[in-house]
């Protein structure tokens, strides 16, 4: 049954948070991965395709699906990039239903809507775009009956904050779906992840003249948490249940907290 919440549209809960001096740094990394992303825009989708053998459109269905959305429901795409996942929901939630994408990237959002204007499904046209950030989410509490994150939480610069935040605007009893490459406790797995890292991932990117800018996916992938980390981070934020899966061999996993 659709919720209330896809009645008005989103309104800011409270104003842009204000960094003060002691928040300098964090904020200096925050552009810079702005930047990064930015750059990275324009091949992302083909980047993505290349790199996974297309395989990455599967682990996004999967993602869909362990979300719960239903027809009718409104939905957040955090992290969203150029739309592939809130394409896929929108499918889901059906034209009763409402699909928001947000991300801090206003180059991603451009492809995404450029990409939203070319398909002519009528559900397509249940999407908005938002420019915003995932530690200070402009949605009242308890706005949303899912939310997905692909490849957007191991970006995230305070990611506690943000599984807060993701916590605040589900509704209670709903799921929250996170996507990113797995840290793997398994040492096979974690070694052929830097050997693709370096030997596939850096020199293809290198052809798009973005060597720096993929080389910067190890030190990501080092300074993410693992899948039990995941789900500790999703139940000290309060959520009641959080279950991680590995995926494609255990170089992807996917966290599904329930609110």
């Known amino acids: 049954m659709a919720s209330v919440c896809c009645s008005p549209p989103p309104m800011p809960c409270r104003r842009p948070r204000k960094f003060s001096s002691g928040n300098r ?6 552009e810079e991965r702005q930047a990064l992303f930015r750059r990275i825009a324009p091949v992302y989708d ?7 053998l297309g395989q990455h459109r599967v682990w996004k269905r999967m993602a869909v699906s362990w979300s719960g959305t239903r027809k009718g429901d409104c939905v957040l795409d955090l992290c969203c990039g150029s739309g592939d996942l809130a394409f896929l929901l929108s499918e889901k939630v ?52 899912a939310i997905t994150m692909g490849y957007g939480l191991r970006n995230v610069i305070d990611k506690e904050e943000a599984m807060k935040e993701l916590l605040r605007v589900l509704r209670p009893g709903s799921k929250a779906s ?7 406790t398994r040492p096979f797995t974690a070694l052929f992840q830097e050997w693709m890292i370096d030997n596939v991932v850096v020199p293809v990117a290198s052809g798009y003249g973005l060597k720096e800018e993929y080389t910067y996916l190890k030190s990501s992938i080092k300074e993410y948490l693992t899948g039990k980390e995941l789900e500790q981070l999703a139940m000290a934020a309060g959520f009641s249940n ?12 996917n966290l599904v907290a329930t609110h």
Do not use: H
Not at 46 to 52: A, I, P, R, W
Not at 242 to 253: N, Q
């Open 94 to 145: 059906g034209i009763d239903g409402k699909v928001i994408g947000l991300d801090f990237s206003r180059e991603q959002l451009s492809i995404a809507m450029s990409r939203q204007r070319l398909r002519t499904k009528a559900c397509y046209k249940n999407i908005e775009w938002i420019e915003g950030n995932a530690l200070d989410l402009p949605f009242s509490t308890g706005y949303f009956d």
């Open 25 to 30: 740094r964090i904020r200096c990394t925050t």
């Open 178 to 184: 996170v996507l990113d490459i797995n840290k793997s």
């Open 242 to 253: 959080a279950k991680f899966y590995e995926i494609a061999g255990g170089l992807m996993g």
């Open 46 to 52: 083909n980047l993505n395709d290349l790199l996974s």
